[in-house]
C-alpha cells in the first residue's frame, strides 16, 4: 500500500496561484487512480480532481479551467496547479489514491485571502 504526504499549501492572495504536490511511498503508484479531494469548514470533503493511471483527469466543474492534475510515476508524485484562486478554494486539501481500497494523506491548508 502507498503512503501519502501532501505539500505546498500556504496563504495566496485572490487570483494567485499555488502548486500542491502529493509524494507517494510504496508499490505500484502507477497503478493508483490519484485524486485531490478538498474540505472547507463546515462542509463535506468535495473530489476536486482525478487522474487515472491511464492518464484520463477530470476535474469539478468549480475548477475546470483553473486546476490541474498531473502525476509523474517516475518520482511517485501527484500534483494539482492552481491558478486563478478564488476565496472560495479555501480549504484543507487532501491526496486520495484509490485501486479497490482509499488512501489518504494528512491534508494541507491553502486559504485564499487578501
Do not use: H
Not at 492572495?13 to 463546515?42: H, I, K, T, V
Not at 469539478?60 to 494539482?80: C, E, H, M, P, Q
Not at 472560495?88 to 491548508?109: F, I, L, M, P, S
Amino acid at each position: 500500500q502507498v503512503q501519502l504526504v501532501e505539500s505546498g499549501g500556504g496563504l495566496v492572495q485572490p487570483g494567485g496561484s499555488l502548486r500542491l504536490s502529493c509524494a507517494a511511498s510504496g508499490r505500484d503508484f502507477s497503478l493508483y487512480e490519484m485524486n485531490w479531494y478538498r474540505q472547507a469548514p463546515g462542509k463535506q470533503r468535495e473530489l476536486v480532481a482525478t487522474i487515472t493511471s491511464g492518464l484520463s483527469t477530470n476535474y469539478a466543474d468549480s475548477v475546470k479551467g483553473r486546476f490541474t492534475i498531473s502525476r509523474d510515476n517516475t518520482k511517485n508524485t501527484v500534483y494539482l496547479q492552481m491558478n486563478s484562486l478564488k476565496p472560495e478554494d479555501t480549504a484543507v486539501y487532501y491526496c486520495n489514491a484509490w485501486r479497490g481500497y482509499n488512501k489518504w494523506g494528512q491534508g494541507t491548508q491553502v486559504t485564499v485571502s487578501s
